[in-house]
């Protein structure tokens, strides 16, 4: 099943299958090591669900829900 990242739960990971976004962002977005075929999970989310926590490619990232709302993301659990 795929979700926006920013759509994800608390503890909820997947595989990253696109990055969507106008130039800077997406730049940005695949400098920190958000490109497709990458592992990422989610850590925590501020009280108001913006600034968000991943863990990705060994480290924790903190992005904007502006930012996760670009990333495409294929779920575990498949079909629900």
């Known amino acids: 099943m795929q979700k926006l990242l ?6 909820e990971g997947g595989k990253i299958v696109s990055v969507a976004g106008e130039g800077r962002i997406r730049r940005r977005l695949f400098d ?10 989610l850590r925590k ?3 108001l669900g913006d600034p968000i926590e991943v863990t990705l ?3 924790e990232l903190t992005l904007r829900k502006t930012e996760a709302a670009c990333v495409v993301v ?4 498949g079909n629900a």
Do not use: D
């Open 6 to 11: 920013s759509e994800l739960s608390i503890g």
């Open 32 to 41: 920190m090591g958000v490109t497709p075929g990458a592992e990422v999970l």
């Open 45 to 47: 989310k501020a009280p």
């Open 57 to 59: 490619r060994g480290y």
């Open 74 to 77: 294929e779920t575990e659990g």
